[in-house]
């Protein structure tokens, strides 16, 4: 009977050491999902902000060079792809978009010497210089979280929890292709070095 008795006993604390294992699993994953979360809309909030300045920018510019409306409506249409944006692939693809297109003001810019010394030209690209810095920032960050979430799920034995669990590796906030190569928005004091 004592034996019976220490083999349920046995199976008992196995049970409760396998449920405690689960329980710090899930939470494990939970708060590292939430993290990945928190930093996506960070990302998405810099981007956004970006994406913001742009019709200050475009109304600046439309005043000096009303006839450049190809170059103001590619900004546009970049910018509303931004805004309609679902997940990381497709904010990293319109972010891209838009990165070119805002490189297309440069040539604009040449064009125009009183543009250059706008005042309001001047402080939207101070502004859109530091919020280039914002993204570059917020999409390492993003990036470095859900590398450590992906690496997380992916690990025995952690990996057949997150399956039964539906924790599944996260996209990455990838860049442009060739954007190590991005180019450069000048617009006559400052360069700005676009990062998409």
Do not use: C, W
């Amino acid at each position: 009977m004592k034996k019976a008795g220490g083999g349920v006993l046995a199976i008992v604390i196995i049970v409760a050491i396998l449920a405690i294992g689960a329980f710090s699993t899930y939470n494990g994953l939970v708060g590292l999902d939430e993290e990945v979360n928190n930093s996506y809309a960070d990302l998405q909030t810099a981007v956004q902000r970006r994406a913001d300045l742009i019709p200050n920018l475009v109304n600046t510019v439309k005043g000096y060079a009303s006839h450049e409306q190809e170059t103001l409506t590619k900004i546009t249409e970049a910018r509303a792809k931004v805004n309609e944006a679902n997940g990381p692939k497709e904010l990293s693809e319109a972010n891209a978009e838009l990165t070119r297109a805002i490189g297309d003001i440069n040539v604009v810019v040449e064009a125009y010497p009183d543009l250059k010394a706008n005042q309001n030209f001047i402080q939207l690209q101070d502004e859109l210089a530091g919020t280039e810095n914002r993204i570059a920032v917020a999409r390492k960050d993003y990036n470095g979280v859900v590398k450590t979430f992906n690496s997380k799920v992916r690990r025995f034995p952690t990996n057949i929890f997150a399956k039964m669990l539906g924790f599944l590796p996260r996209e990455y906030f990838e860049a442009d292709p060739g954007a190590e190569n991005a180019p450069s928005v000048n617009f006559g004091y400052k360069v700005i070095n676009v990062i998409g």
